[in-house]
């Protein structure tokens, strides 16, 4: 639909170009014509001076703001008429003004289109834009070669501001302005326009244009060789790669930088496998599994099982998470990564220098040299400073795995995947938990549905779920642990919660203090910052993992370690860019969620429009069969096309379902080939493939369809010749 300022826009420029071609008003604008009419235009100047700067400049900035060929001829028009000074003064003025019209039109009426069409394809282009554009711009005005109404135009669908745009224009664009203005004073010995800029004039304007690109290359070298400036760089180095941090991104980058045959240290002062094996996904997936197992015996009488019931002792459950622990625990050991060729040790790292690292290991301290250092420390839960939570001592998913007592009113403290995982895991094994959570819903992160699916489960599970609750202070009150909060939707009311144990799950923490990031002054937010490539401010510091983001997930974490492994082993000679187009996760309670890509409160945050189809779980088969006919698979689609820009998955096995289109995202499936794939019946993966097929059925071709359903009417009716054949033949038939 358009809107009606653009609606005029439109009408506006098209009346405008057609009287210019109506008109044949082009033909002004030749070199024979200015220069047969200069004595005659100079004359008409003296008499009416103002008059003249004000149609000039009116002409040149309608011509620029139009994009019509001429600027060139009313350039060197300005400098034949107005001489070199006034002549470049108004010309730089109109041609900057007229410039940004330009600009202003496409991006009124062509940035918003542009930018839903090919927003994801143009994301780098539009982040390079929003870092470097008035460097590109600039260097793209130096160089006259390239065209000036292109560039108006195509900056116009860029993010660059109207005003960076205006003035970076009119700086980059005086060099030639003084050229062509300075030509035009001499406008009786010009033939042509192509004369004007000689071979030797446009080597220098490359040259120009080079030099802001020679100088910030220039620049970046001299910044970098000034932070390494203060340090001694030793003559040869213990490993290519050494690793802070046994973790998930730590293994994978020794991992590769073994199989690439480097010398890599990795250095882990806790246990191997990180938080993922120790503390995190590993402990809290075999929990689940153990707690869903009795949610199942609850609902025996769903399967047809009259009474169904379950003896357990919660340690031994406990006990069960630390036996699946270890046995994931020799992938990720000491034994098997010195087996694959990694020199791993046991210790405390401390990097002292770009080149060096300390490390603490049983009282003695040894320094160790490596061309590149991959810093993936991880984080920690972040506890935050409520009021005499120290005094009732709390739990978080670093010790919850210690417990050995179940706690009869458990409180967790966050409604993100974590809080969420936990909260019901404990209800399963009989806690009675209230789960505090500040923001209106529970998994803000994913569309308002899917919060509504998990928390209506939550509920029905005899959950005690507080949004909009905010936690104020923590006290004891003869010996009952109370947390005291206001609720945010009812005047900030005080309510109180009392509780046996609490868990902390608000969010984690970036590891950044006590092993020299400080000193080596390497800058930090709330994590590492990395530049695409996961360097740090000294580009032979990697970071990767949860300690430089943006994702905290195991999968991210060995996804970045494989840009750090290859970018430290073989930069200069080639690097890669960290990709991070299609990230799936997933958050596994019941009803589990996962998604990739795009959902709508994303696509709607970035202006980008799109297409919902949606398949409801409860009417397949398999769902059905298994007692498990809930959830939804929900494909955020372009307008009009079978684009995928993002899946949502609510239901049983929604994080294995994702798999499907997490490949179809990364190598541009569309719908219509998940459609023409046959899925084994009867599966949960079958609704990936109804969802493709409710999609079509909303894109049929409702006018082909008219016309084939004609033809089959068609071939409905008989003929009159096979009428009368017919009639023939029976009435033989009679005759016999
Ligand atoms: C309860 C819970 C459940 C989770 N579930 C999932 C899930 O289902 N799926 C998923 O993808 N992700 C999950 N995660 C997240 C996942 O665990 C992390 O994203 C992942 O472990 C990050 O790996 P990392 O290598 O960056 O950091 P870590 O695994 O934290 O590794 C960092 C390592 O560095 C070491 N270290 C730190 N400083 C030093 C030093 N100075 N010297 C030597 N060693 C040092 C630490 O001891 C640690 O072993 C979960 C997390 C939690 C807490």
């Known amino acids: 639909m358009i809107k009606m300022p653009r609606l005029l826009l439109i009408l ?101 289109w542009v930018q839903q069409r090919f927003g994801d394809k143009l994301k780098t282009i539009n982040e390079g834009i929003e870092k470097d554009g008035a460097f590109y711009l600039f260097t793209l005005r130096l160089v006259p070669l390239f065209p000036f109404f292109v560039i108006n135009l195509l900056m116009g669908l860029t ?21 062509y203005v300075n030509a035009g004073t ?51 180095f213990d490993s290519n790669l050494l690793v802070i941090g046994g973790g998930s991104a730590g293994l994978v980058t020794a991992y590769i930088g073994a199989a690439v045959k480097a010398k890599v240290i990795l250095i882990e002062k806790n246990k191997m496998g990180g938080d993922c094996l120790n503390t995190g996904c590993v402990p809290s997936k075999a929990l689940i599994r153990s707690a869903k197992l009795l949610s199942h015996i609850q609902r025996a009488n769903e399967f047809g099982i009259k009474k169904a019931s379950a003896e357990f002792d919660f340690a031994e459950v406990m006990e069960r998470v630390q036996r699946v622990i270890k046995t994931v625990e020799p992938h990720d050991s000491v034994d098997r990564y010195t087996k694959l060729g990694v020199d791993v040790i046991q210790g405390e790292a401390r990097i002292t220098s770009p080149w060096t690292v300390e490390v603490k290991t049983n009282g003695s301290v040894k320094t160790l040299t490596s061309r590149n250092i991959v810093i993936a420390t991880g984080a920690r839960p ?35 995947p974590i809080g969420c995982e936990l909260t019901q895991s404990f209800a399963r094994l009989g806690s009675k938990v209230t789960q505090v959570e500040m923001l209106p819903r529970i998994m803000i992160r994913e569309d308002e549905e899917v919060s509504e699916m998990v928390t209506t489960r939550f509920r029905n599970e005899g959950i005690d779920l507080r949004t909009q609750h905010k936690a104020k202070r923590f006290l004891i009150e003869n010996g009952d642990k109370i947390l005291i909060c206001e609720d945010l939707a009812n005047d900030c009311k005080e309510v109180r919660i009392i509780f046996d144990q609490v868990l902390v799950a608000v969010g984690r923490a970036a590891n950044l203090q006590g092993y020299g990031l400080e000193e080596l002054d390497i800058p930090v937010s709330n994590t590492i910052e990395t530049n695409d490539y996961l360097q740090t401010s000294y580009p032979n510091i990697y970071a990767a993992g949860d300690v430089t983001g943006p994702y905290q997930f195991t999968h991210t ?36 969620v996962a998604r990739v890509g795009l959902n709508e409160i994303e696509a709607q945050q970035r202006g980008i429009t799109y297409e919902v189809s949606k398949y409801n779980i409860d009417d397949l088969d398999r769902a059905i069969a298994d007692e498990e006919a809930h959830g939804m698979v929900k494909v955020l689609t372009v307008t009009g096309k079978d684009k995928i820009l993002g899946v949502t998955i609510v239901g049983e096995h929604a994080g294995d379902l994702i798999a499907e289109y997490v490949m179809a995202m990364k190598h ?56 009368a054949l017919k009639a023939s033949v029976s009435a033989a038939k009679i005759k016999q």
């Open 668 to 723: 541009n499936i569309g719908l219509n080939k998940i459609l023409s794939t046959i899925h084994i019946y009867p599966t949960m993966a079958e609704a990936n493939k109804y969802v493709a097929g409710n999609w079509k059925r909303a894109h049929a071709p409702e006018k082909i369809l008219q016309w084939v359903e004609r033809f089959h009417a068609i071939r409905r009716r008989t003929t009159n010749k096979e009428v």
């Open 557 to 592: 974490a060995a996804h970045q370690a494989w840009y750090v492994a290859v970018n430290a082993l073989f930069s200069p000679f080639k690097k890669f860019r960290v990709d991070y187009s299609v990230i799936p996760w997933a958050t596994f309670v019941e009803p589990e």
């Open 186 to 236: 001499q406008l009786a010995q010009i033939e042509s326009l192509q004369g004007i800029l000689s071979p030797e004039l446009l080597i220098s304007f490359i040259l120009l244009g080079l030099f802001p690109l020679i100088a910030q290359k220039t620049l970046a070298k001299i910044k970098q060789n000034k932070i390494y400036s203060k340090w001694q760089k030793p003559s040869t």
């Open 382 to 416: 972040f506890v935050p400073p409520v009021t005499g939570i120290e005094e009732v001592g709390y739990l978080t998913s670093d010790n919850v795995w210690d417990l050995r007592e179940q706690p009869k009113r458990l409180l967790v403290l966050g409604g993100g």
């Open 12 to 112: 506006l420029i098209i009346t405008l170009i057609s009287i210019w071609f109506i008109f044949d008003l082009g033909h002004f604008l030749t070199l024979d014509y200015i220069k047969n009419q200069q004595a005659s235009i100079e004359v008409w100047k003296s008499e009416n001076p103002l008059l003249a700067v004000a149609s000039f400049a009116a002409i040149y900035i309608t011509v620029a703001a139009l994009s019509i060929p001429g600027a060139a001829i009313l350039t060197l028009t300005g400098g034949a008429i107005f001489g070199l000074l006034w002549g470049t003064v108004i010309v730089s003025f109109a041609s900057s003004i007229g410039a940004t019209l330009a600009f202003l039109v496409a991006r009124l009426l062509l940035k918003d």
């Open 159 to 179: 993010p660059i501001r109207a005003s960076t745009f205006y003035w970076v224009s009119q700086t980059g664009m005086l060099a030639a302005t003084l050229v």
